[in-house]
């Protein structure tokens, strides 16, 4: 009896660790691209829709990622004292690393372990962090060197991603916002390029660093990329990162996309609503 409820506790631990659904953000980072940044390539991003039929929606969706942020005085953005999303990273998030050819990324070891959002009474889980450089998302007209993606979870598999912008000192966008000592050198990206150059494949990452402040743009969007599956919650933080030039050219030679660099064009608005959430009163 006792072999028998171990053999079936052993037998359902790995069902229930992968029975949440996978997403496609996984789904890509394990196998090889298909894809590439190249624009002027037949793989190229205006092309991705007709790659294979799964991947239509980067050509045939009307609620695309990313998007170019118009500035606060357009009128455009609804500002929303409350129900900001709250935001709880990990300092502390064990990651282990996945490479394909048009990016890498890295995976959360145990996913509920790695930081969570809430947003409307639900609760996401940090599942992967990756990055793209130049930014994918822009603030009139304006886009960042880097941008770093925090895509979370919840237990429906609906996907919510923290966006946050890493300023090198030479941007001005319109929005009021915090900037971090723009152009010093990050220290948490520094160690996560030091690990990946030196070839480690699971270590420690302080996403806590990445995430400042309780102001957020939001609006619903897409995977930024194939099979560019919509029903995506997008949320931008309003205070940059800092990050050093040099930094961007060691992101860019542990991609091996540094030839197109690995952000997709910005997507048309198409009358999508954008809410600014000014953080907790
Ligand atoms: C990731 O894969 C790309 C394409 O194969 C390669 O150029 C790059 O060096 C790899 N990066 C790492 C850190 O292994």
Known sequence: MTFLFLALFFCFQPVSAVSLPRSSVIRESESESIYSYDMSAPDGPPNWGSIEPSFVSCAAGFEQSGIDYPCESSGLIDFEKTGSPMVSPSSAAAFNFANTTSNWALNCDNPGSCGSVTFKDKTYSLINLHFHSPSEHAV????????????????DGSLLVIGTFFSDGSQNDCLTHMELDAGQANRELQSILVNIISGEK?????????????????YDGSLTTPPCSEGVMWFNARQRQNVATGQIALYESTTGSDEFANARPMQPLNGRSLTAYSGFE
């Open 202 to 218: 699971s270590f420690v990452v302080d996403v806590a660093s990445f995430v400042g402040g309780f102001e957020y743009l939001h």
């Open 140 to 155: 009139n007209g304006v886009q960042y060197p880097l941008e770093a993606h925090m895509v979370h979870q919840d237990e």
